[in-house]
């Protein structure tokens, strides 16, 4: 499963070689300092309505010309991983975006805290 996440990540930061990458300890410091920036979620409203990271804004993939608004705004893009958040910021070009390295699923594995109505197994 390991080797899995590990290909899914370098395939995605492959596809992605021109964005901007950030770490989730970054971001985490971002959050603790009240750096102004916005964080958007891409998965889909279920997903997000889930499970989502303290702060974030969903706003899907297929509707990323919703984020506009924020243009004038640093942007950090999550998805499960990071391959969706990254396609999403290759149309983004002119934004100051970046890209959550590890995405969510990152995030979980380090035990921090996500928000949401966690469907339990």
């Given at each position: 499963?390991?080797?899995l996440l590990?290909?899914?990540?370098?395939?995605?930061?492959?596809?992605?070689?021109?964005?901007?990458?950030?770490?989730?300890d970054s971001i985490r410091a971002w959050q603790q300092?009240?750096?102004?920036?916005?964080?958007?979620?891409?998965?889909d409203p279920e997903s997000f309505q889930q499970e989502h990271i303290p702060g974030a804004i969903n706003v899907p993939?297929?509707?990323?010309?919703?984020?506009?608004k924020f243009r004038s705004k640093?942007?950090?893009?999550?998805?499960w991983y990071d391959g969706t958040s990254s396609e999403v910021a290759e149309d983004l070009k002119g934004y100051d975006?970046?890209?959550?390295t590890g995405g969510i699923e990152g995030w979980k594995a380090r035990g921090w805290k996500t928000i949401g109505?966690?469907?339990?197994?």
């Open positions: 499963m390991t080797a590990i290909l899914i990540g370098f395939a995605a930061h492959q596809a992605g070689a021109e964005n901007r990458f950030v770490t989730l300092e009240k750096k102004d920036f916005v964080l958007i979620d891409v998965r993939a297929e509707e990323n010309e919703n984020i506009a640093q942007v950090v893009l999550y998805c975006v970046f890209v959550l109505n966690k469907v339990k197994n």
